[in-house]
């Protein structure tokens, strides 16, 4: 099986969850600036990664982590992978999941000044604060989708 999760742009909050899902971050507390700043994908993502799904890593259980950033739309990737699903199903199942909901405005300022002024040095630590404030929707986020997978799991068993 295969999770998708999206946002605006694919590097703050789909990472993060995507961090959590692979066990990257610690269930315990939020991520330290130092480690936010070490995950894989995470504020790295140029403009043209926008639609680019990026192979986050597997779960404990196997299953594929991915993110991508969609801009501002939201239903694209429910649509298109729901699409891809029904044309190939050999592909497997999908679980495509919106984060964006869990962006506060320090996420989005800070993304807006690291990732479209290019000024890390004085956006990251807004995205970081903005993370860590996030983090325990995000968690609970990343804890409903591993239901939703064990429910298909089952289902498909």
Not at 107 to 117: D, K
Request: charged share 20%.
């Amino acid at each position: 099986m295969k999770v998708l999760y999206h946002c605006y742009g694919g590097t703050h909050s789909s990472v993060l969850a995507a961090a959590i899902h692979t066990g990257h971050c610690s269930p315990d507390r939020p991520p330290t600036r130092d480690e936010l700043e070490t995950l894989p994908l995470f504020d790295k993502r140029a403009g043209a990664d926008y639609g680019r799904a990026r192979f986050y890593g597997p779960d404990a259980q196997g299953h594929e982590v991915w993110v991508i950033g969609r801009l501002k739309y939201a239903s694209t990737p429910d649509r298109v992978f729901g699409a891809m699903a029904r044309l190939f199903p050999e592909s497997g199942e999908q679980v495509v999941v919106n984060v964006t909901h869990a962006l506060n405005w320090q996420m989005r300022f800070g993304g807006f000044v690291s990732r479209a002024l290019h000024f890390t040095v004085l956006g990251r630590p807004f995205i970081a604060w903005g993370a860590r404030r996030a983090y325990p929707e995000i968690l609970a986020l990343v804890a409903r989708t591993k239901g939703e997978l064990k429910a298909l799991e089952d289902r498909l068993h």
